[in-house]
């Protein structure tokens, strides 16, 4: 058995001048989605719970699915958080601090289109909905290009702001881009997270690295069939 771990950007209707439409999945198809998955049996699991899914345990459930966004984004408190909620299912969200609150565009050069990104107040209302937090780093950078010190930074004062303010561990990553390297695993590690999440396509096996945890984007092209694949049949 593998497990799939599902990652979203936006929950929301795409802005007219967006480059990548894709980062956004309408309100009324996550929907879809999420109830899809409930008529299909899954229960969501926690980060947690893969870490000791790799190692050989049995997940305390017959089908688990992980469901993680990135970035941190308004809509995802305000379009996906009912729908989760309404269905019982929690999520994990990773947040790059550096944008806590903030509207601008992530820093690719590409996009330009400035979003609304979480603040403390939401990011603690999922916490306390059961939401898992991790960290996205501090300013969305491509880790593989950065220095050392640098580096260690967006790992570890990303880590801590975001334990500071939940008052709670942060024990999982997700790579910026989804661009790393074994620099960037090393310096994961020494951080001091549990697991790291990439944007390499597939389900997450038994063996696995924890620090290289695959994971099956959702964009706003996927109709309900593509979804059911991806669910059922993608390896
Ligand atoms: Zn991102």
Known sequence: MKIPVLYYHKIDFPKKNAVYKGLYVTPGRFKKQMTLLKILGYS????????????????GVKKPVLITFDDGY????????????????????????????????????????PEDFLDEKEIKLMHDDGFSVGSHGINHCYLDRLEEGVLMDELIASKVY????????????????????LDV???????????????????????????????????????????????????
């Open 74 to 113: 308004k809509n995802n408190f305000i379009n996906a958080r009912p729908i989760l909620k309404n269905l019982g299912f929690t999520s994990l969200i990773f947040i790059s601090t550096g944008f806590i609150g903030k509207k601008r565009s992530i820093s690719d050069e590409r996009e330009s289109i």
């Open 185 to 235: 695993i090393s310096a994961v590690k020494r951080a001091g997270y549990l697991g790291a999440f990439t944007t390499v396509k597939g389900k997450v096996g038994i063996g696995d690295s924890a620090y290289e945890f695959k994971r099956i984007s959702v964009n706003g092209y996927n109709t309900i069939f593509n979804f059911l694949y991806k669910i059922i049949f993608l390896q």
């Open 162 to 181: 975001l334990e500071n303010m939940l008052k709670t561990g942060i024990d999982f990553f997700s790579y910026p881009f989804g661009s790393y390297n």
């Open 44 to 59: 969501s699991i926690k980060p947690e719970d893969l870490l000791s899914f790799i190692k050989g345990d049995k997940p």
